[in-house]
């Protein structure tokens, strides 16, 4: 029977940071503004003033201490708040192509591999640039790869629900390996003008293949033992753009065409569902969550994946049996808990059992169980 291996990982960062200092003083020049131009409403009681942001708050709720992103420029102008990327002609590979093949050939050189080898590539993640032709078929040709594409979205899961689709590929024999790619540019779609979010999102791109045990060498990589999706309605966190309703380039007057959350409800109904599907997950394979070394979850919120680890071993975890990446790079939806996984897996004896979890807007969640070749 054939078996699905993760043979290697990659990971694109924009070299652009923004820290929480340099974000809060760009919002806040924005809330100056803003509140100026209003002065005579907002005097008046018809309009009410936009109250500043802090870096402190971000800090303590979030865990965030600064983003990577595409374009520093657009999102740290008051007058803008948010990302200038430019159009480009469709002789030019798209920016999510390019981030892609960045990723995907870390991936392949990390597992010795070409795009000889590769008869799939599935681009999943929270937002295309455009609806087709498919990123992923772009990617396919940049790479050089003769099999098929398509892209998939599954918001924040979309990495683990790819990884499943990846696997089936694989066990059933329809490709011999794909990669499943992550060009995650969660700044176009965030409200930079927005107190409460302004804050959650960064930019990257992670890549990971798959393929079967028997194409790769002994102790290289890690065995996927198992899958486990689960999706369950809310309107909790939405976006609502699509090709039916466009929103302005800075959404102003179409906030709800940019990321909307209401964020303690998310907090309070997903850290629980989190927690018992990678239960289930483990009981269904025998194994209990002390069998774990580790935790590669997806990093939305410091707290929030904190009461996860805990709910899951029934004590806290330590920072090297959950990693957290989101310091540095926030929330960067699916492309997270990848980014945890290529940070912080190599250090795994053979044997070591661990879990990338996703969880994010639908609600969706996604466990994959492995095991350190
Ligand atoms: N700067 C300063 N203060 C701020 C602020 C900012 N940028 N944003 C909000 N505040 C204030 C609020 O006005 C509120 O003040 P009040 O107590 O006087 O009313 C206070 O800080 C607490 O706000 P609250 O929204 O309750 O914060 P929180 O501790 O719940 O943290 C989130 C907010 C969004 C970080 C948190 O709920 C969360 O992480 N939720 C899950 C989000 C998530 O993972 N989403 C998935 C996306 S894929």
Known sequence: MIKAVISGTGLYTPPAT????????????????HNAQHAEAIARGEMEALQPSSSAFIEKASGI???????????????????????????????????????CKEALEQAGKTAADVDAVIVACSNMQRPYPAISVEVQ??????????????ACSSATFGLQAAVNAVENGTARAVLVVNPEICSGH???????????FG????????????????????????????????NNIRNNF???????????GQLDKLFVQQGRKVFKEVSPMVAETIQGHLESLSMSPSDLARLWLHQANL??????????????????????????YANTSSAGSVIAFH????????????????FGAGYSIGSVIVRRR
């Open 18 to 33: 923004i820290s929480n200092d340099e974000l809060v003083e760009a919002f806040n020049a924005f809330v100056e503004l």
């Open 65 to 103: 201490k600064s983003r990577h992103v595409v374009d520093r420029e657009g999102i740290l102008d008051p007058e803008r708040m948010c990302p200038s990327i430019p159009e480009r002609s469709n002789d030019e590979p798209s920016v999510q192509c390019d981030m892609s093949v960045a990723a």
């Open 141 to 154: 040709q940049a790479l050089g790869i003769d099999g098929f594409a398509y892209d998939m979205n599954v």
């Open 190 to 200: 965030l409200n930079f003008r927005d107190r409460d979010s302004h804050f959650i």
């Open 203 to 234: 930019d990257a791109c992670t890549a990971i293949l798959v393929e079967r045990d028997s194409d790769v060498a002994e102790g290289k990589g890690f065995d996927i033992l198992g899958t486990r999706l689960k999706t369950k309605f809310s």
């Open 242 to 252: 699509g090709f039916l309703n466009r929103g302005d380039e800075s959404g102003i």
């Open 303 to 328: 707290n929030m994946n904190q009461l996860i680890a805990r709910r899951v071993l029934g004590r806290d975890a330590t920072v090297e049996e959950a990693p957290v990446i989101l310091d540095e």
């Open 343 to 358: 940070k912080h897996s190599g250090d795994l004896e053979s044997g070591a059992l661990g879990v990338i979890c996703s």
